[in-house]
Nanobody
Framework: VQLVESGGDSVQAGGSLRLSCAASGSTYARDRGYCMAWFRQTLGTEREGVAAIYSGGGSLHFHDSVKGRFTVSQDSAKNTVYLHMLSLKPEDTAMYYC???????????????????WGQGTQVTVS
């Protein structure tokens, strides 16, 4: 499974961004059940879970700090997951990573160690 993020940018506080995570690979195409998540990380800190969505549909999960501002969606036809970020704050500044793990559902965002596949990250800077 390969994951490629895009959409990171520098924006002013209060602005919005949409990050994309395109999934590909024969394994992903064959095994449709994946928990897809967004994590973020700044220098010197641990990777923090932001949001999660199950590829087969179902409940969404968000970190408390982004509830009401961020949402996550997917386009199954494009094998792409999106993170919609509104009312951005300087504390949202981080490298954002897309992650995936095979599962039958997403029971919350989980820990980074639970994910098998990672993208290269896309930088979000809010000033």
């Amino acid at each position: 499974v390969q994951l490629v993020e895009s959409g990171g940018d520098s924006v002013q506080a209060g602005g919005s961004l949409r990050l994309s995570c395109a999934a590909s690979g024969s394994t992903y195409a064959r095994d449709r059940g994946y928990c897809m998540a967004w994590f973020r990380q700044t220098l010197g800190t641990e990777r923090e879970g932001v949001a999660a969505i199950y590829s087969g549909g179902g409940s969404l999960h968000f970190h408390d700090s982004v509830k009401g501002r961020f949402t996550v969606s997917q386009d199954s036809a494009k094998n792409t997951v999106y993170l919609h970020m509104l009312s951005l704050k300087p504390e949202d500044t981080a490298m954002y990573y897309c992650a995936a793990r095979r599962d039958t559902y997403c029971s919350g965002i989980g820990r980074p160690s639970q994910y098998n596949y990672w993208g290269q990250g896309t930088q979000v800077t809010v000033s």
